[in-house]
């Protein structure tokens, strides 16, 4: 092979490379992908939520769920409780989700620290979502899988106090209205008896 050759050869490797690298980069910013995870709930101390999202930058459709065992549902309890909580039969996880545009997400309520800690227990739950990409380029869209695990034991020490400031500021403010309402009427009526 002469010189010549080897570089033709070199530059098809190039643009091969480049054209995998391209491919690479369009599927990251058109694909979706369905993660299941548990977080606290801000607004509702000792609440722990169930949440399905897109954090992909497509579309998923015809998304179902499938886990390494039985999910609790309402497992309230802060401290441990004595009976086991029960499976979850109904929601999203068990009949799925037609469709979740990119950024979109589901919230579950899901139950308490001590709930959810007597059903699971000190190990995890892998969910994986099954779901569709939109056609695009193809004449059919392939499935996508996503794993995501749920542990409960991250949440052990965890701040449960209420942040919820909003409505304590707004009963305090119409509690002190109240008072000054009180205070404005004594003196309006104090000043009518000295006329």
């Known amino acids: 092979m002469e010189a010549g050759d080897w570089i033709s050869l070199f530059m098809a490797l190039i643009a091969s490379g480049s054209a995998a690298i391209t491919y690479v980069v369009y599927r ?14 801000r607004k509702r101390p000792s609440i722990v939520n169930l949440i399905i999202k897109n954090i992909g930058k497509g579309p998923a459709l015809d998304i179902t769920f499938h886990s390494t065992r039985p999910l609790p549902a309402e497992a309230f309890s802060i401290d441990i409780p004595k009976d086991m909580p029960k499976q979850m039969v109904t929601g999203p996880i068990i009949t799925g989700v037609p469709y979740l545009a990119p950024g979109q997400e589901i919230v579950l309520t899901w139950g308490q620290f001590g709930g959810l800690k007597k059903y699971l227990g000190d190990s995890s739950i892998t969910v994986t979502s099954k779901y569709r990409r939109p056609k695009m380029l193809r004449p059919r869209s392939a499935y996508v899988f996503s794993d995501s695990k749920l542990d409960i034991t991250q949440f052990e020490h965890s701040d449960a106090s209420d942040h919820n400031w909003g409505p304590k500021l707004v009963k305090a403010l119409e ?21």
């Open 28 to 41: 990251s910013a058109t694909d979706p992908e369905v993660i299941v995870y548990a977080d606290v709930d």
């Open 175 to 195: 509690a002190t209205n109240k008072e000054l309402s009180a205070i404005k009427r004594s003196l309006q009526g104090g000043s009518n008896v000295s006329s």
